[in-house]
């Protein structure tokens, strides 16, 4: 330790060796600068690195060297959550539970670590393969969950008939994809989930459109802000249905047109006729894909289309909760997961600059691919970090600062246990309060306007004699003498 003490420039380097002892390799003998600048690359590493709000940790590399260094960065694509950070994360998960309280949804949780066969499917979602998964030593295949709706379904099963429908649940919830990284999507991230089960009409996606209206409306984003765009499974399957494709294919054509906007049209349409479509059904198939007008798609569909239908209800509810302008109709909008049925949704903000903020839909037939009865269900996530990137680029972003009630200080050795009965007393009526020692007043002054402290209280030896404390109101400098027992 004396070495680190002798060497202030050594104060900002972390050496770590776990497999030597302390006294050898480059713990042993003294830190001269010539054997620091020597081994720096193999021995040392900076413990400087930023750590940006709910972005850290996306250019750390996860490789220690060959002699044992470890890599104080997280994973390449993960994130720490130092104090401020997490101030950050826990705001925004109060956001999504207050919302989910005032909708009457129950909170739910389920293991990050999952069962491999809860998650593969047959469609070619480009989920499957970004998964972490592995075999784990009692040689089961297991994954850390990529998104959160199986999970659900899988506890929905189990619970049974022992639960009464409708089930109206909400989580808050860790996934994992190995995908590649732009802004507001890493390979870890935060969801928060709102699911209903068994509720078959579109009142429940009204519900979870006002859910998501709602969060914006609380975070202080507008309309003009953000946009939810709007569409149905069922559009897709009309359409296949007039150029008569079998249904078996509904599913890989979904996955494929899921990829409008990211693809080219001419990709597009060659991926379509490599499933064996008819150029003509694949003309078809874009054509009214591209079409934002629900008017225009009645048209093409007529007004006996379930689609259509179910779209004009979900629209007419939109203006009775007050939300109409925030939702638009836009065909193209399907969703890349083979489980949705129905009407399927996503936000997005006007300015183009990010990716969807949230999304989700109907999936009536999800249970039964898990060997269950089907429920009728929908439901949503709603990331973490697209949400984050949106409040900066508003400015819209609290104020995260540290905030503590009251510094108590005792000023002589002897008055540490009248001070800690003090913060112990506060404490219990529900203050905040850090108890400081073995300091300079002019640390504890300086350490109060770092934590935002209200109150700073001196316990000292002639106001304590007479049972009294002095208290300084750090936002106006006014000093004055209390009893301990009446302080609140």
């Known amino acids: 330790m004396a070495a680190w003490s002798a060497s202030p420039s050594l104060r900002h380097l972390l050496l770590l060796r776990p497999r030597l002892p302390l006294g050898t390799a480059c713990l042993a003998g003294s830190f001269s600068r ?48 130092p104090p401020e950070d997490m101030r950050l994360r826990t705001w925004l998960f109060d956001q999504f539970r207050e919302v ?5 949804f129950e909170e739910v949780d389920f293991p990050v670590l999952e069962s491999e066969a809860l998650f593969i499917r047959k469609a070619g979602e480009e989920i499957t393969q970004q998964l972490y998964n ?41 996934c994992w994809r190995y995908e590649r990284m732009t802004r507001g999507r890493r390979r870890e991230h ?18 979870l459109l006002q859910a998501i209206v709602l969060l914006f409306q609380r975070l202080g984003i507008t309309s003009s802000d953000v946009g939810i765009r709007v569409s149905s499974r069922k559009v897709l399957q009309a359409v296949l249905n007039m150029y008569s494709i079998p ?114 839909g109907r999936y009536d037939r999800l249970l039964s691919t898990f060997g269950s009865e089907d429920i009728p269900a929908c439901g949503f996530g709603f990331g973490d970090a697209v949400i984050v990137e949106l409040l900066k680029e508003k400015a819209l972003l609290p104020d995260m600062s540290r905030q503590i009630d009251d510094i108590i200080f005792p000023l002589d050795e002897v008055l540490e246990g009248p001070a800690s009965s003090i913060a112990s007393s506060l404490r219990k009526k529900g203050r905040a309060v850090d108890l400081v020692e073995d300091k300079r007043l002019k640390w504890v002054f300086k350490h109060a ?16 004699e007479r049972g009294m404390v002095r208290v300084k109101i750090l936002s106006t400098r006014e000093e004055f003498e209390v009893k301990a027992d009446e302080l609140e």
């Open 34 to 81: 010539r054997h620091i600048h020597g081994h720096s690359r193999r021995c040392l590493l900076s413990s400087s690195a930023s750590s940006s709000t709910l972005t850290h940790g996306e250019e750390a590399s996860t490789q220690g060297d060959a002699d044992g260094v470890v890599d104080v960065n997280p994973p390449r694509g993960t994130r720490d959550f």
């Open 449 to 464: 306007e770092r934590i935002n402290a209200s109150w700073l209280i001196l316990v000292g030896n002639s106001e304590w």
């Open 100 to 104: 989910s309280r005032l909708m009457a």
């Open 247 to 360: 249904e078996h294919l509904f599913t890989e054509v979904c996955v494929i047109v899921d990829k409008l906007g990211k693809l080219t049209r001419e990709e597009i349409e060659k991926e379509l006729m490599s499933t064996g479509l008819s150029s003509e059904a694949v003309q078809g198939i874009i054509e009214v894909l591209s079409l934002k007008s629900l008017s225009k798609l009645e048209e093409v569909l007529g007004s006996d289309v379930e689609a259509v239908a179910d779209l004009k209800k979900l629209f007419s509810f939109a203006e009775q909760y007050g939300y109409a302008d925030w939702i638009c109709f836009d065909a193209s909008v399907v969703r890349g997961l083979a489980y949705y049925t129905g009407i399927v949704f996503e936000a997005f903000d006007r300015e183009g600059k990010l990716r969807a903020i949230c999304g989700g």
């Open 134 to 174: 592995f075999e784990d030593k009692g040689g089961r295949r297991v994954v850390l969950r990529p998104e959160i709706t199986p999970s659900l379904a899988r506890l929905v099963i189990k619970q049974g008939k022992s639960v009464s429908l409708p089930l109206k649940w909400f989580t808050i919830g860790q």
């Open 190 to 207: 935060y969801q928060w989930n709102m699911d209903i089960f068994g509720v078959p009409k579109v009142r429940a996606e009204a519900e």
